[in-house]
């Protein structure tokens, strides 16, 4: 067998494989695999038809007017005003809500990889991290609201006149929206202390570093892409969250500040953000605007789709372990 | 036993300020674990009233929610009840068969779903649907509630007759904003969740068994259901878990498609399917509005209670699920 | 002797006649270059079985895409003996293995030429799932599914066997016998007998292996084949195997890829040796072992490539 005639010389037409046939399969197997098909194409149908539904009535709907005029009120309401403020008041609730979480939660975080004494208050800090991951966020507002509008918390909102504290503000609704990305952050900062090798602490302290340094300087700056990532998944999970909105920002399409300073009377002040503008815009609602509702609700997709694509970027893309958020919460680590 | 035993020798002079780190660390710890605490007990002491006034009839039946909280707002208590008279059934009945509902028909959906997704989809569909499974998974339930209120609820109140309407006239109106519509919304909002959690799961099953199981001339659906599909049970059952405390947790979408407080009878046929609902967290969020009353508050809060201690079983149901996940060391 | 003191330094000799160790026993060598290089006293005694022949490839032809890579092999695989393929990495022998049951059709792209015949009948006219029943595969890789040991060996079998009542029974008595059959003849019922349900992946690498060739063997096939089995194994479980193997050869036939020379050397009956996609040689071990014709086979054998 000459190697050379092979190589160059003619070898035969190759015949392709046919197609896997089902036609041998028990008659069970065969309505199974065509229950597959026909859900598997119904899925690509339904999602197709959201996202198209969507993009057309919401894209359509879009106009640079939308992003600079202030909601108005109107009897024409498809035409007047836009949605400036519920867009800045998304920013300033996701900006509070993850100010505070953030320190919260990496300390969390860190105390419980990295301490965890005594025992019983570690394991207690864990199952009320839990808890918050898996309460309804209404639950959360309703707390919010019986708080906050106690005396002495009437420095974060603003009193009427009769003296009752109103309890609906941009800080009020941060603190609460906190308590949602608080549990994305600390499982997010775990599991990465977690993934660093012990040897990093020991060569850390072998140098004489105490523990505390050795958290501050060489543990948590080696994993910031993932606190990154918890603290940007904490973020989408704010701002796709209605109910805390509606119960403790107040029913206002404008953001009314309180007080004469510039950016605590905004804090103290109520708002809307773009999910409490979908809502009240629907049918629903007082306003009766579906197209502005859809035009909020496409800006609010492509603000979700901004974030997903971040968290993919900070944390890099690892098949085994995708997260599936934000917008809710996620499988959180026992580590029990 | 949390993780994190990691002993560090201590030198003499950062003994004090390591020591100060970790009351630090532990104290704003120990602050969140009070705010949580503070919670369950605010919830427990503003939902008792409520609770002991009514004992366990709370969850029973009688009468109208509407008219009790009406009662409430009024101050002038129904004859023969207290201010706190409240029968929740009607909420929670609509609260179970949506959400049961809708979890089963997801789970059904999302298993099928999924194996198409990893098995049989063409390259170029699997491209395009994964990312696009992941993107619904994180869309804000509003713009469900708002697809839901403004497209399916129109659809399907087109399909009510008008005989069927007045059929039941006299006792509850029907419109598009009902069982059929939120229990579809509902599903539509978790399905995306448990296809992508089952999809992965399916993806991470090792190419060795399922290769080794077509070398054995077992057929590829009996591949999928013997092997993939179980390797894959334990993320099932999580994923399920964590649908059903979505479900349970869903407020303001079910406020927009919900309907009204009733409870919808299997008994009356087609009808049950269209009658209105309207699910515990729904019901906060009408009548929120309303808690400088005590007795409105207290019943919210009672309410708000059922919730919490929902949400706190199906957490430890979602522990179990993911403890039977280490069965035979499979990571999903 | 002090322990403070240095070890003594040791002489170097220079001026006295390097030891070499005597040539060990061995055939007189039939004029060829080199010297054979195993030694043909290392192979076992066996008796000859009589050889039926089961499949037949006949200018086999396989490609992926636009690559050959295998080209016009044509070889019989029998009943009563082992027969192994050896080459090089990439010399197709894998690939080969892998188109008697069909399972280089899971690939895309993949492209085939010539004829395969299981018992005189063409393997692409057979329908794939009875194909794989009857000729099994054991994988280099151990792969024991994540069940019970009972499941994983009756799996073939229980996705057969006919539903009883409407619902198919996970241990009916012919199940249980037939995996018990087959756990004998892999050589592992004495060690697990005691407790079939345990999960099949607490058993150690070698185990788990036999575990997967019982398996193979539950449903009865007519062609055993193995891709290099023991590769991933420690040389006593290998062991064990090989004499399996040598013991499984009268009631199937096997075909074995290797790319351990001494491996082959210890099983095979019959070899093919394969380089770049082509047969270069194939006979009785002894010819390629000992006398072989090509050039190739000789350069391979005696270890100037692989």
């Not at chain 1, 019986?146 to 309890?167: C, D, H, M, P």
């Not at chain 1, 941060?174 to 993934?195: C, F, N």
């Not at chain 2, 207290?82 to 999302?110: E, K, Q």
Request: include cysteine; aromatic fraction near 6%; hydrophobic fraction near 50%.
């Amino acid at each position: 067998m000459a190697a050379t005639e092979i190589l160059t010389g003619s070898h035969p037409t190759p015949v392709r494989p046919p197609r896997a046939s089902t036609a041998s399969w028990p008659l069970a197997d065969r309505i199974a695999y065509g229950l597959c098909w026909a859900i598997g194409i119904a899925l690509c149908v339904v999602t197709a038809w959201i996202v198209l539904y969507m993009l057309i009535k919401g894209a359509g709907q879009l106009r640079p007017s939308l992003f600079t005029e202030s909601p108005a009120p109107s009897t024409n309401q498809s035409q007047s005003g836009g949605f400036r403020d519920p867009l800045i008041g998304t920013l300033i609730l996701a900006a509070v809500g993850t100010v505070i979480a953030a320190p919260i939660g990496v300390a969390t975080a860190a105390w419980l990889s990295e301490y965890a004494r005594p025992a019983g208050l570690a394991r207690a800090v864990e199952s009320a991290v839990e808890m918050i991951a898996g309460a309804p966020s209404i639950v959360l507002a309703i707390f919010g609201l019986l708080i906050f509008s106690q005396s002495y918390f009437g420095f974060l909102s603003q009193t009427a006149a009769n003296g009752a504290v109103i309890g609906q503000s941009f800080l009020v609704a941060g603190a609460i929206m906190s308590l949602l990305a608080i549990p994305l952050i600390v499982s997010s900062t775990r599991e990465a202390l977690a993934q660093l090798p012990d040897r990093l602490r020991e060569a850390s302290w072998a140098l004489g570093k105490t523990r505390a340094t050795t958290i501050r300087h060489v543990l948590l700056p080696a994993i910031r892409p993932s606190i990154a990532g918890g603290i940007v998944l904490g973020m989408g999970r704010i701002i796709g969250d209605t109910a805390i909105v509606v119960i403790l920002l107040g029913p206002a399409f404008k953001n009314e500040p309180v007080g004469n300073l510039p950016l605590l009377g905004t804090l103290r002040g109520t708002g809307s953000t773009l999910t409490s503008f979908v809502y009240n815009n629907s049918p629903a609602g007082e306003g009766n605007a579906p197209q502005k509702a859809y035009a909020a609700a496409f800006v609010l997709m492509l603000v979700v789709l901004l974030l997903n694509w971040l968290v993919t970027r900070l944390t890099g893309e690892r098949p085994q372990r995708r997260r599936w958020l934000p917008g809710f919460g996620r499988l959180t680590t026992w580590t029990r | 036993m949390p993780a994190g035993d990691h002993t560090a020798p201590r030198g003499r002079t950062g003994a004090s300020s390591d020591r100060r780190a970790e009351l630090t660390l532990g104290a704003l710890s120990f602050a969140l674990l009070v705010l949580i605490g503070l919670m369950l007990v605010t919830v427990a002491i503003n939902a008792w009233p409520s609770f002991s006034a009514n004992g366990l009839s709370w969850f029973g039946s009688g009468g109208n929610v509407t008219t009790q909280f009406l009662a409430m707002h009024s101050g002038k208590a129904l004859p023969g009840h207290s201010l706190l008279y409240f029968r929740a059934w009607p909420l929670i009945w609509g609260t179970l068969i949506t959400t049961v509902g809708a979890v089963v028909l997801a789970l059904v959906i999302s298993i099928f779903a999924a194996v198409f997704m990893v098995e049989f989809a063409p390259a170029r569909v699997q491209r395009v649907l994964e990312p696009t499974v992941r993107l619904l998974a994180g869309v804000p339930s509003v713009v469900y509630g708002l697809v839901g209120i403004l497209a399916i609820a129109p659809f399907i109140e087109g399909l009510i007759t008008n005989s069927r309407k007045r059929s039941v006239f006299y006792v509850v109106q029907l419109s598009g904003l009902n069982l059929t519509t939120a229990t579809l919304i509902l599903t539509l909002m978790i399905v995306p969740i448990m296809v992508a959690i089952t999809a992965n799961a399916l993806s991470a099953v090792p190419v060795s068994w399922r290769e080794g199981s077509a070398a054995l001339g077992v057929n590829r659906w009996r591949t999928i259901r013997r092997v993939s599909l179980r390797t894959a049970r334990p993320a099932i059952a999580a994923a399920t878990v964590l649908a059903t405390a979505r479900a349970l947790g869903e407020a303001i979408m079910l406020a927009m498609v919900a309907g009204g407080p009733f409870a919808p009878n299997p008994l009356d046929g087609l009808t049950f399917l269209v009658e209105p609902v309207q699910p515990l967290g729904a019901t906060i969020v009408h009548e929120f509005g309303g808690v400088s009353n005590k007795s409105v508050l207290n019943t919210i809060y009672a309410i708000s209670a059922v919730l919490l201690v929902s949400a706190m079983f199906l957490s430890l149901a979602g522990w179990a699920a993911k403890q039977s996940m280490r069965r035979y060391g499979i990571r999903a | 002797m002090d322990p403070m003191m240095p070890p003594p330094v040791r002489r170097i000799v220079v001026d006295r006649e390097p030891y070499v160790a005597p040539p060990s026993a061995g055939p007189p060598s039939n004029g060829t270059a080199s010297a054979p290089l195993l030694a043909s006293h290392l192979r076992a005694e066996r008796a000859t079985v009589p050889a039926i022949e089961r499949m037949r490839l006949e200018s086999v032809w396989l490609a992926y895409g636009e690559n050959w890579v295998v080209r016009d092999v044509t070889l019989p695989v029998r009943q009563g003996e082992v027969l192994a393929l050896i080459g090089a990495s990439g010399s197709g022998k894998t690939t080969l293995l892998r188109s008697l049951n069909r399972l280089t059709e899971v690939t895309s792209g993949a492209a085939r030429s010539g004829r395969i015949t299981l018992d005189d009948t063409d393997i692409h006219e057979l329908e794939v799932n009875e194909l794989r029943r009857r000729v099994s595969m054991v994988f280099q890789q151990p792969n024991p599914f994540p069940m019970s040991i009972y499941d994983n060996v009756a799996y073939a079998l229980a996705e057969q066997a006919p539903p009883r009542g409407g619902r198919r029974r996970r241990r009916t008595p012919e199940l249980e016998a037939a995996a018990a059959e087959a756990l004998r003849r892999a050589g592992l019922y004495d060690e697990v007998a005691d407790d079939l349900e345990r999960s099949a992946l607490r058993l150690s690498g070698g185990q788990q292996q036999r575990l997967c060739i019982a398996r193979a063997l539950a449903a009865g096939p007519e062609v055993l084949l193995l891709d290099e089995p023991c590769s991933a194994l420690d040389p006593i479980s290998t062991a064990i195997i090989e004499d399996l193997i040598v013991g499984l050869r009268e009631t199937v036939a096997i075909v074995i890829v290797t790319h351990n020379l001494q491996q082959a050397f210890r099983v095979a009956d019959h070899v093919g040796f394969m380089h770049l996609g082509e047969l270069v040689e194939y006979g009785p071990s002894a010819q390629i072992f000992d006398r072989p014709v090509e050039q190739r086979t000789r350069d391979y054998v005696s270890g100037a490539f692989g």
